[in-house]
C-alpha cells in the first residue's frame, strides 16, 4: 500500500506540474505578443525553459543530500515560482513607460531580425522563464529524497511521482489554456497561477516552526502583488503602448488576443501584437476583397478568410449581385473588438458590414472551413495573415491554394494577396489560369480564363451603387482602381511554370526565411 504521506507528496506534485504548464501558456502569449506571433517564439522559450530545467535538477542533486527539510524547501521553491512570475511580468509592464526601454519592447517584433534583436529576445526569455524552471527542476530531486526510504520501492514511488508531475502538466495545459485564458485573460491566468502558490505556502504557516514567519510574509506579498497587478485590459493596453488619453479596446480568449486603438480621426487592430486593419478602411484591402466579386460576371457566393477590422470583407459586398458571403476568423477576439468599436463610433463602414444580412460571420480555421464545405463559391478570397508570422505557411501553401481551387465553382476566381514572389510561383503552380496585378500585387486565380479589364474595373467603381458603398467606408474609388492598374503577369494552361522553390505544408519557407537576417517583408521579393 502507498503510505498517506506519499499521496500527499503526489497533491503537492500535482500543483507544482499545474502552476509551471499554466505559467508557461502566460509567457508564450505574452511574449508572443511582443514578439508579433514570430514563428521562432515557441522554440525559444520552451528551449529555454528546458536548459533551465536540467540546470536545476543538476543544481538539486547537488544539494539534496543536504536539505533536512524536503517538505519546507518544496514548498518555498513553489512560492519562489509564483513571487518570481508576479514580480517579473509586472516589471516587464512597468518597463513600457520607462525610455529607452520601452522602445526596444515596442520595437522587438518589427522588421527583419538582427543579431542586436536575437541578444534582446534571449534576454527578454532569460529573465522571465529561467528563474521559475531552474527551481521546478530543483523539485524533482527534492521529491525523491523525501519519498524514497525503500530500495525495493524506488521503482513505484519515481512512478507515482512521474504520472502526478504528468497529470498537474496535462490539467494545467487544458485548464489554463481552454478555461482560464478563455475567462480571465492572461492576467487573469497569472493570477490564478500565484494565488494557487499562495495556497501551498499556506500550508506552512499549520506548522509550529520559526519558517511560519518567512511563510507569512511569503504570502502575503504574493496576495498584495495580486491585488496590485492590472487587470487584462490594462495590461494590454500598456503592452500595445496605447497612448494616455486614447481608447483601447481589448477582447482575449484562448484562440487569441486583439485590441484596437481608438485615436480621434482613426483605428488600429492589432492581433497577437502586429498591426492587421485600421478604420477608415485602406483602399488596398478594399480593392482586395472587391476585386474577386467585381471581376466575376456573376458572383452570387463569396468567402473570406481572414476579417481584421472588415475592409476585405466589407469589399467582398460591395457587388449588388453578390447574395453571400462567409466570413472566416480564426481568432473570435477580432470580432469582439470589431463589435464593440461599432458600438463606440459607429463607424458606417463597420456598421454596414455587422448589420448587412448577406454576411455569416464565422469563429473558425480556414482550412478546416474548406476541407468540411458541401458547397462551392464564386470566389474565394484570403487575406489573414502576414507571411513572417507563426503558422501563416499552411495560408500560402501549395496545398491550401489546390483546397481553394476544389472550392471554386465553373468559373470562379480565387484571389491572393502576393506579399513575396515565393506565393506568386506556389500560387501559379496551382491555378491554370492566372494573373498578377501590380502595384498592390494581388493574384487572381481560376480554372477558366479570368475576364479581367482594367478599364472595366475603374468603370464598376464609378456605378453608383458601388460607388456610394465605397464613400461610405470614407474612401474614394480612384484610390482603390490605382492598386490594380496594370497585368505584369499572366499564366495559362499551356505557360511554362518553373517553380521547384514554392511554399508547401511541410516546408512553409516564408513563414521562417522571412525571418532571417538581412531579410524583411518586401513586397513582390523574397530570399
Known sequence: AVPRRVWTWCALVFVSGF???????????????????NVYTFSIVLGVFLIADALGIWIGIHIVRRVADPRALFIGLQTAVGLYALISIGALYLAYDVWPIA????????????PRKIALVFLLVIVLVTPPALLLGMSFPIVQ???????????????????????????????AGLV???????????????????????????????????????????AALVAVFPGNAAFWERIHSVPTGITGIVAEDRSGLALVRVAPDAAHLFVFGHFQSRVPFESYHLLLGAIGPLVHPDPKSVMVIGSGLGATPYGAGLNPSTTKVRVV?????????????????RDRGIADLVDDRRYTHVVGDGRHDLAIATERYDVIEADAILPKTANSGLLYSAQFFAMVRDR???????????????????????????????????????????????????A??????????????????????????????????TSLRPFPDVNTDLFPKDEYYLNNIGTGLAIGTHR
Open 408 to 458: 471554386l465553382r465553373p468559373g470562379g476566381i480565387a484571389v491572393q494577396w502576393a506579399p513575396t514572389s515565393r506565393t506568386v510561383a506556389t500560387f501559379a503552380s496551382v491555378f491554370p489560369h492566372v494573373l498578377h496585378l501590380r502595384p498592390l500585387d494581388i493574384l487572381l486565380g481560376s480554372n477558366a480564363p479570368i475576364p479581367f479589364d482594367p478599364a472595366r474595373l475603374r
Open 180 to 222: 482560464l485564458l478563455h475567462v480571465l485573460g492572461t492576467a487573469g491566468t497569472l493570477r490564478v497561477v500565484a494565488l494557487l502558490a499562495f495556497l501551498v505556502t499556506l500550508l506552512l504557516l499549520l506548522e509550529r516552526t520559526a519558517r511560519r514567519t518567512a511563510a507569512g510574509l511569503a504570502a502575503a506579498a504574493i
Open 145 to 175: 529524497r523525501a519519498v524514497q526510504e525503500d530500495p525495493d520501492l524506488v521503482g513505484q514511488r519515481v512512478g507515482l511521482i512521474q504520472l502526478w508531475n504528468i497529470l498537474g502538466n496535462a490539467a494545467g495545459s487544458l485548464v
Open 460 to 493: 464598376r467603381l464609378e456605378e453608383p451603387a458601388i460607388k456610394a458603398k465605397i464613400e461610405a467606408a470614407r474612401v474614394a474609388p480612384a484610390d482603390m482602381a490605382r492598386w490594380a492598374e496594370m497585368v505584369v503577369g499572366r499564366w495559362e494552361p
Open 103 to 114: 522602445e526596444e519592447l515596442v520595437t522587438l517584433g518589427m522588421g527583419a531580425v538582427t
Open 19 to 37: 502552476i509551471i504548464i499554466a505559467l508557461e501558456i502566460v509567457w508564450f502569449r505574452v511574449v508572443g505578443v511582443i514578439l508579433q506571433g
Open 329 to 345: 476568423e480564426i481568432v473570435e477576439p477580432v470580432y469582439e473588438v470589431r463589435d464593440a468599436f461599432a458600438r463606440l463610433k
